[in-house]
């Protein structure tokens, strides 16, 4: 199970850190993804961090203003989320993915929804002032 928090109300410019912690499982076996889907929007692929390496993938739109990071002793993954815009506000979801998923999105293939293993319930963020 993927328990997704840390979502609420920032302004823009803010910062915000999630968590998306595992259950049952080792999280670090799997590339771990993170979603985003903003109202009458696609879910798209935000970040993913491998599961080798700790290699990381950002979108453009994100890239620079999002990190994403493991905490393997706690079975948990951290997106930081700082300069929030308010095109950032959205319902985030954290998502395994196959485990060499991460290495091939990081050669260019996309993230996508398709190739998640297993989604958390999804945060809430919303960025307005």
């Known amino acids: 199970q993927l328990q997704a928090s840390g979502g609420g109300l920032v302004q823009p410019g803010g910062s915000l850190r999630l968590s998306c912690a595992a259950s049952?499982?080792?999280?670090?076996?799997?590339?771990t993804g993170w979603f985003r889907q903003a109202p009458g929007k696609e879910r798209e692929g935000v970040s993913c961090?491998?599961?080798?390496?700790?290699?990381?993938y950002y979108a453009d739109s994100v890239k620079g203003r999002f990190t994403i990071s493991r905490a393997n002793a706690k079975n948990t993954v951290f997106p930081q989320m700082n300069s929030l815009k308010p095109e950032d506000t959205a319902v985030y979801y954290c998502a395994t993915l196959p485990p060499d998923y991460a290495d091939y999105v990081l050669l260019g293939f996309p993230l996508e929804t398709s190739r998640v293993e297993s989604w958390g319930q999804g945060t809430q963020v919303t960025v307005s002032s």
């Open positions: 961090i491998s599961s080798s390496d700790g290699s990381t």
């Open positions: 049952g499982f080792t999280l670090d076996y799997y590339a």
